[in-house]
């Protein structure tokens, strides 16, 4: 399996975040990514392409509004010119009774209005990361689609599917998985389907589909009642319109365990198999690890090793994996490659 790696997402290196109220040690760090890598080297599992091709600005902005990419590109270096020191935070949102129908002149204010949190800080980086994270995505679907390869893994951070058509949050600001699933229907496809695994689920990707059936989004993670990110994700989300019975969600306590789990990734399975997608997108967050510092799962390398598997016996025709969360950074390499490797045994 080829991996494609986004070797500028460095560039987004915040120091700190807010975290239930209190400034805290940033968890999505330059690190995750460089253990990562390195444990894809030394699984030996392929050949690491380490520039991705540049596909421009265009597949970005067939999922995101072209006012909330602009605002992301020059974010930072508007908020240093207002004498803004370190990384940006939004501070004040449009919610309900609010418009957020005309974008105001404020930086402050246009900050809430393209933001979902206080989580996650804009970085003189930022933008640069998330670009060629995307165009990283963008390579790894050229390759799941081509001739020589049936799977590709996509290596990248910030990740992106809390990111919606314009507002960023959960340390996310392009929708990476959101971008590579519309490429690949402007591709010819017709039935593209993502399967977020990662902890939390992936509410800018179900929002961006949840009214079309060409795309199924399909999740499991933690009860939304009690984890992040809390206002979406409930299990009676089924899509809209022309979308109902396209989107699924498989909500579980904190704490739930292994075989709880895996009944539910079996649920969600078995609905993607009557979809028959020509394409599945697995939205990898290994912050499903036990030791996770921010969530409340119990995986190990060994169920990694079975869900890589279980993915596998699922038969898509192409597959692509593009990384999500994992906050146990010195392991999150060893779990991203547990799931590879059970992938590559079948």
């Not at 995307?134 to 790894?140: D, I």
């Not at 059936?213 to 899509?239: I, K, N, Q």
Request: with cysteine; net charge negative; charged share 20%.
């Amino acid at each position: 399996m080829k991996t494609v790696y986004n070797e500028r997402h460095a560039l987004h290196a915040a120091t700190h975040e807010f975290f239930r109220g209190r400034l805290v040690p940033a968890f999505e760090v330059p690190a995750r990514a460089d253990y990562v890598l390195k444990a894809v080297q030394a699984a030996a599992l392929g050949e690491i392409l380490m520039t991705p091709v540049d596909h421009g600005l265009a597949p970005l902005e067939r999922v995101h509004a072209p006012a909330y990419l602009r605002f992301v590109q020059g974010a930072h270096a508007e908020w240093q010119a207002l004498g803004g020191e370190g990384d940006a935070f939004p501070a004040v949102w449009p919610v309900r009774s609010l418009r957020s129908d005309l974008e105001p002149q404020s930086f402050a204010a246009r900050m809430g209005l393209y933001s979902m949190d206080s989580g996650t800080p804009l970085t003189a980086g930022s933008w640069e990361a998330a670009y060629w994270g995307a165009q990283a995505s963008l390579t790894g679907l050229d390759i799941a689609l081509g001739e020589e390869e049936r799977a590709a893994y996509v290596l990248t951070r910030p990740p992106g599917h809390h990111a919606g058509a314009d507002f960023f949050g959960g340390y996310c600001f392009i929708n990476n998985a959101a971008v590579a699933a519309q490429a690949a229907r402007d591709a010819g496809l017709a039935r593209v389907a993502i399967l977020d695994v990662d902890y939390h689920h992936g509410n800018g990707t179900q929002a961006i589909f949840y009214e079309r059936a060409d795309v199924f989004y399909a999740s499991l993670h933690g009860d939304p009642r009690t984890e992040y990110p809390f206002f979406l994700g409930h299990a009676d989300e089924r899509g809209a319109g022309t979308g109902l019975r396209f989107n699924a969600n498989e909500p579980l306590p904190a704490g739930s365990s292994n075989e709880a789990w895996f009944a539910a990734l079996d649920r969600l399975l078995a609905q993607l198999q009557a979809y028959a997608p020509e394409l599945l997108i697995v939205s990898l967050g290994v912050d499903t690890y036990g030791g996770d510092p921010i969530s409340h799962f119990k995986l190990d390398r060994p169920e990694f090793v079975e869900m890589g598997a279980r993915l596998a016996a699922f038969g898509a025709p192409r597959t692509l994996f593009l990384q999500e969360g994992g906050y146990a950074t010195e392991a999150i390499g060893h779990n991203v490659v547990a799931v590879l490797r059970g992938f590559e045994s079948r």
